[in-house]
Each structure stands twice: as structure tokens, then as C-alpha cells.
């Protein structure tokens, strides 16, 4: 009986080991294909350029004797229109005109803000700010209503966070401590790749199908 108990405690160790041998020799390993890659990239890439030429039409607007400020200001507005296209494959025409219309209220409230600061209007900035983050908890509530892996409390701290470094960019250009202005920036683009993934994992999370391949 003690042999017969002690060959089935061998046995059933030596199926243990080998179990665990096979699974140490073949981990799970979860791949990502090549559409969510290159979306998720291309999102990252959007948000990343939205806070560069945001920057760049900061230093237009607080430099005296700029000329390309009406350039920049082109070619930020339009990175709004390019982010909204971007979800337009997943979520329609409809919903990626909505979210550019909302972005570009953004970018417009900031170009006010940065126009009081300049002229040192503080109960006007202090106005425009409360609109400007009215519109980020708008920003929010459509994301999140659109899709129910992005929660409305994540992304309106997202949100709130750029808000709070595109601040500091304009604080420090206007009062050119550029040491400062360059930390603010590099803030900025650190917590917007945050962000764009947040939203972008989000999407793949919703529309699986989408991102297969």
C-alpha cells in the first residue's frame, strides 16, 4: 500500500513538473496587430504635433514683430480637423466633425488667453479660463459617452493637466524664463503621448474587429 501511494505521489509530481515546465517554455504572449499599432501611433503622433504647434503659436503671439502668426494658427487649426478625422473610421462622420468643432473651440479660447495675458487683462483670463475648461469637461463628456473604456473623471484630469502646462508655456514665454518654458514643453508632450494612448487603447478596447489584422 505505502509503494502503491508513494509511485502515485511520483507520478502525479512528475505531471506537475512537466506542466509547469510547458507552460514556462510557451508564456502567453498577447500580440498587437499591425492596424492597432499604426493607428495608435498616428494618434500619438496627432496629439504630440497638437502640442508642438500649440507652442509654436504661443511664441507667434507673445513675440513682438512675429509675422507667421496667422500661419501657425492655420496649420494648428487643422491638426484639430486631422485628429478628428482620425476617429472618423470608428465612430463616423458625424462624431469626428464633432470632436474637431470642440478642439478647435479650444484652440481659439487659448489664442484669447494668451492675447489677455499679453495685454495683462487678468479678469478677462481669469473669464476665458472658465470657458476653456467648461469646453475640456465638454471634450470629456463626449469621449467618454462615445466609449465606455474611457471614463469622464480620467479624461477631464487628462485634459485638465494640458490645460495646466499649456498655461505654464504661456507663463513662461511671456515672462521669458526660457529654462522654464522648456520644461513646460517637454511636460507637455510627456503627459499628451498619456493621454493619446489612454484614448486610443480606449478605441481598440471598443472596436476589437477593427484592429485585428
Do not use: C
Not at 504661443?58 to 485628429?83: H, M, P
Not at 479660447?109 to 478677462?124: R, T
Request: no cysteine.
Amino acid at each position: 500500500m505505502k509503494k502503491l501511494l508513494l509511485v502515485g505521489f511520483i507520478l502525479l509530481f512528475s505531471l506537475n513538473m512537466v506542466a509547469a515546465t510547458s507552460a514556462y517554455a510557451k508564456p502567453q504572449v498577447q500580440s498587437i496587430s499591425q492596424s492597432q499599432v499604426k493607428f495608435e501611433n498616428k494618434f500619438r503622433r496627432l496629439w504630440i504635433d497638437h502640442v508642438l504647434w500649440t507652442s509654436n503659436y504661443i511664441t507667434s503671439a507673445t513675440t513682438a514683430g512675429a509675422v507667421d502668426q496667422k500661419q501657425v494658427l492655420t496649420r494648428l487649426l487643422k491638426n484639430q480637423e486631422d485628429i478628428g478625422n482620425a476617429v472618423k473610421p470608428v465612430y463616423g462622420e458625424k462624431a469626428g466633425n464633432t470632436l474637431t468643432a470642440l478642439l478647435k473651440e479650444h484652440i481659439v479660447i487659448a489664442g484669447k488667453i494668451v492675447d489677455a495675458a499679453k495685454s495683462g487683462n487678468k479678469a478677462l483670463v481669469n473669464q476665458l479660463n472658465k470657458e476653456w475648461y467648461r469646453n475640456a469637461d465638454e471634450i470629456a463628456a463626449f469621449l467618454s459617452g462615445a466609449n465606455p473604456y474611457l471614463k469622464n473623471e480620467v479624461l477631464k484630469n487628462l485634459l485638465y493637466m494640458h490645460l495646466k502646462l499649456v498655461t505654464n508655456d504661456v507663463s513662461a514665454s511671456l515672462a521669458k524664463d526660457w529654462n522654464a518654458r522648456i520644461v513646460a514643453i517637454d511636460e507637455g508632450v510627456t503627459h499628451i503621448i498619456l493621454m493619446a494612448d489612454t484614448i486610443s487603447k480606449g478605441v481598440v478596447k471598443q472596436f476589437p474587429d477593427k484592429f485585428k489584422k
